[in-house]
C-alpha cells in the first residue's frame, strides 16, 4: 500500500535563513511526487512535483525539493525563508502505472518563520 | 475559469440533521474527489468519482453518500449528521484519475455538528 510520512509536526525557521520540509514514502513502484502549501483558513494550493527526471525539481515561491530513490523521500527545500512562507505543508504521492490514482496524503507540516 | 467551487464556506448542524455539501469545477475535469481534514490526521480520502456516473468509496466513506450526475458537480451528502464529522471538508478534481496530473482544490467548508 502507498504511505507519506512527514516525520515533523513542526519546523521552526528563522527568517533569511534555510528551510527543509521532511517528506518520506513508500510505493511499490515508481512514485509520483506531490507538495502543497495551506495557508490559515484557505485550500491547498499545489507546490511542485516530480514526475520523472532530475531529481531536483524547482516550483511556485522559490521553493524546491529534492527527489531521493534510495532514500525513499522527497524533501522541500528554500534557500531564505520569509515569514509569509508560514503555512501548513502537505507531501502527497500517487503509484505511477498502479491500479489507485488516488493522491496519499501526509499528515502535514506546520511551518513556523519568525523574523 | 472559477477553478474548483464549495458552497457554503461554513456549516452549523445538530446531530441528525442531513445536509448536502456542494462542489463544482468547470475544468471538465474527469477525476473529483472529496477529503476531510483534522488536526494531526492530515487530508482523508472521503469519496471519489472518475467520472459521471462512477463513484467509488474512499479511506473513510461511513455517513456520507455522493452521486456523479454530471462531469461539473459532486455533492457529498451527510445523512445523519454527528459530532464526529466535525471537520473541514476539501473538493478536489484533476483532469484524469491516473497520471501526473495535478489535484486542484477547492477552498472548503467548515462544519460544526453539535
Given at each position: ?51 520523472t527526471g532530475d531529481n531536483l ?54 511551518l513556523s518563520v519568525k523574523p | 475559469?472559477a477553478g474548483v467551487t464549495q ?108
Amino acid at each position: 500500500a502507498q504511505s507519506v510520512a512527514q516525520p515533523e509536526d513542526q519546523v521552526n525557521v528563522a527568517e533569511g535563513n534555510p528551510l527543509t520540509v521532511k517528506c518520506t514514502y513508500s510505493v511499490s513502484g515508481n512514485p509520483y511526487l506531490f507538495w502543497y502549501v495551506q495557508y490559515p483558513n484557505r485550500g491547498l494550493q499545489f507546490l511542485l512535483k516530480y514526475i520523472t527526471g532530475d531529481n531536483l525539481v524547482k516550483g511556485s515561491y522559490g521553493f524546491e525539493a529534492e527527489f531521493n530513490k534510495s532514500q525513499t523521500s522527497f524533501h522541500l527545500k528554500k534557500p531564505s525563508a520569509l515569514v509569509s512562507d508560514s503555512a501548513l505543508y502537505f507531501c502527497a504521492v500517487r503509484e505511477y502505472g498502479g491500479s489507485q490514482g488516488n493522491l496519499i496524503f501526509g499528515k502535514g507540516t506546520k511551518l513556523s518563520v519568525k523574523p | 475559469n472559477a477553478g474548483v467551487t464549495q458552497t457554503p464556506k461554513f456549516q452549523v448542524l445538530k446531530t441528525g440533521q442531513s445536509m448536502t455539501l456542494q462542489c463544482a469545477q468547470d475544468m471538465n475535469h474527469e477525476y473529483m474527489s472529496w477529503y476531510r481534514q483534522d488536526p494531526g490526521m492530515g487530508l482523508r480520502l472521503i469519496h471519489y468519482s472518475v467520472g459521471a456516473g462512477i463513484t467509488d468509496q474512499g479511506e473513510v466513506p461511513n455517513g456520507y453518500n455522493v452521486s456523479r450526475s454530471t462531469t461539473e458537480d459532486f455533492p457529498l451528502r451527510l445523512l445523519s449528521a454527528a459530532p464526529s464529522q466535525t471537520s473541514v471538508y476539501f473538493c478536489a478534481s484533476n483532469p484524469k484519475y491516473m497520471g501526473t496530473d495535478t489535484q486542484y482544490f477547492g477552498p472548503g467548508t467548515r462544519l460544526t455538528v453539535l
